[in-house]
């Protein structure tokens, strides 16, 4: 009785693995075949470059701050030594909190990046989940990224199908030569 109930499991188990049908795709390939992306990197990188030489003028007026200090703290009665050193403190607070503001975890810097790559991504999801269910696929595997997937049938990556269904034709090479 016990050998007939696990060959019938043993039985349906390999018919449900047989069943599976799997496709992967390569996200970072995908994302940088769309020119919206690419727009959108080059808008995150511009923000950043600016934002960072913000950060750095800031810092660098500190610095001419404290070196000024240096120079004539010698000569200065000790309440102006200790009005210049809060106005120091005060100005690299501030430039502390400028960096923060910007490239923080929820700093400008993210929520930009947020603002202008969810919607590609989303977009591309939706496009996958799309050809999932037109080609009946049961899961479809991303191996971008250092994926845990040691090895892809390049049949399974449907890629190409993915920036297709986005409207965008592969220029020259498609991902299964490269």
Excluded at 44 to 58: H, I, M, P, T, Y
Excluded at 81 to 105: D, H, M, P, V, W
Aim: aromatic share 6%.
């Amino acid at each position: 009785m016990k050998k007939t109930i696990v060959l019938t499991l043993m039985m349906v188990c390999t018919l449900t693995a047989m069943s599976q049908k799997f496709a992967c795709v390569d996200s970072d390939y995908i994302l940088n075949n769309m020119p919206e992306y690419k727009q959108a990197q080059k808008e995150l990188e511009d923000a950043s470059l600016q934002w960072q030489k913000e950060v750095e003028n800031k810092l660098s007026e500190v610095d001419k701050m404290y070196k000024q200090y240096q120079a004539e703290a010698v000569l200065m009665p000790s309440d102006l030594k200790t009005k210049k050193e809060n106005e120091i403190i005060a100005a690299e607070k501030s430039a502390k909190n400028l960096q923060k503001q910007r490239f923080g975890s929820d700093g400008d810097l993210a929520k930009k990046r947020a603002e202008l790559i969810k919607p590609i991504q989303d977009k591309v999801y939706n496009a996958i989940e799309k050809l999932a269910q037109e080609k009946n696929l049961n899961a479809i595997f991303d191996k971008a990224g250092g994926a845990a997937l040691l090895y892809v049938d390049d049949k399974t990556d449907i890629s190409d199908l993915v920036l297709a269904e986005l409207g965008y034709k592969v220029s020259g090479t498609t991902k299964k030569k490269q």
